[in-house]
């Protein structure tokens, strides 16, 4: 029964539009960002993206296409996230922005 | 004596493999392993150009120690879209040990590095004093290929050839030939040396 009703409230949590991440901290829908990096040739150099991103609060994933050289970041719909602050943190990083598309 | 020059060259360019500077507030730990001698370094990245770590080696032939405090610095770096190139200072000044003598120890030396997706180069100087223990001026260099490009996340390999050159050892030449393989923050460097050396190195990212 116990089992039951820990199952149930598994999928009613992440069946809801809104859900808590692994932080415990509870978003909704999120907006991507793609921003094109020079530079970005190297897995191992490029964790410091992620390292950088995740510091902030409203910046749920961070997703890297070495293919592509370009970072998308998945931040919480209705929060803010300037094209300064991202060239700062890309900079940060040891990278170089190329292009910001929203 | 001849042998342990020869084969020093090793310990100190081996804490470059993985880049001396990372991200501001990371920590690198960092272990070296080769014929001569065995080292470990953990550093820390203050800002994008600057690195401040402590080094420990032991120079197994000539039974000396060195402790040293190491400072690198990202002097240059090329952002391009499909290949970065960087231009680094690496230094460190501390001191050497045998089981008689303790002398002042310092290094410094210039790296220089090219990299895409499929290929990789370097070169690197060093210079080395450790009073009565030992002196060096080394010269490194690598080439190295990926047999295929992996994605972000994947087992990243490359196969590297590193040449050594030191003017004032008996053997001034030398070739490793080494693997590389790194996943996620993890990077493992082995390498079978034509004179039998056997290199091993370890980088790991916090």
Redesign the interface.
């Known amino acids: 029964m116990k089992k039951f009703f820990l199952t149930l409230a598994a999928l009613l949590t992440f069946a809801s539009p809104a859900f808590a991440d692994h932080n415990g901290k509870t978003h909704g829908a999120l907006d991507t960002i793609t921003v094109?990096v020079?530079?970005?040739?190297?897995?191992?150099?490029?964790?410091?993206l992620e390292?950088?991103f995740y510091q902030l609060e409203n910046v749920e994933g961070v997703i890297?296409?070495?293919?592509k050289?370009t970072m998308a970041l998945e931040i919480d719909q209705g929060t803010q996230l300037t094209d300064e602050k991202i060239k700062e943190l890309v900079?940060?990083?040891?990278?170089?922005v190329?292009d910001i598309k929203r | 004596m001849r042998f342990l020059l020869f084969c020093a060259i090793f310990l100190l360019p081996l804490t470059a493999h993985a880049r001396p500077v990372s991200w501001p507030g990371g920590w690198m730990v960092m272990l070296m392993n080769d014929t001569a001698s065995n080292g470990a370094q953990i550093n820390y990245t203050l800002t994008p150009k600057y690195a401040l770590g402590i080094q420990h080696e032991y120079f197994r032939e000539e039974k000396f120690n060195m402790d040293a405090a190491t400072l690198d610095i990202l002097l240059k770096r090329w952002n391009n879209t499909g290949s970065q190139a960087n231009l680094y200072f690496k230094s460190g000044a501390g001191i050497a040990y045998g089981s008689d003598d303790t002398d002042p120890a310092a290094f410094a030396g210039l790296e220089i590095d090219w990299e895409d997706r499929r290929f990789f180069t370097l070169y690197e100087n060093r210079f080395f004093y450790a009073g009565d223990q030992d002196k060096f001026i080394k010269h490194k260099a690598r080439l190295g290929v990926a047999p295929y490009e992996g994605d972000y996340g994947d087992l990243h390999t490359w196969i590297m050839l590193q040449a050594d050159y030191d003017a004032g050892a008996d053997d001034t030449f030398s070739l490793t030939p080494l693997v590389r393989l790194f996943k996620g923050t993890t990077l493992i460097e082995a390498g079978y040396n034509l004179d039998g050396g056997v290199l091993f190195n370890l980088t790991k990212q916090f």
């Open positions: 094109g020079d530079g970005m040739v190297c897995d191992f150099c490029a964790r410091s390292k950088s890297i296409d070495l293919d050289k900079y940060y990083s040891g990278y170089k190329r």
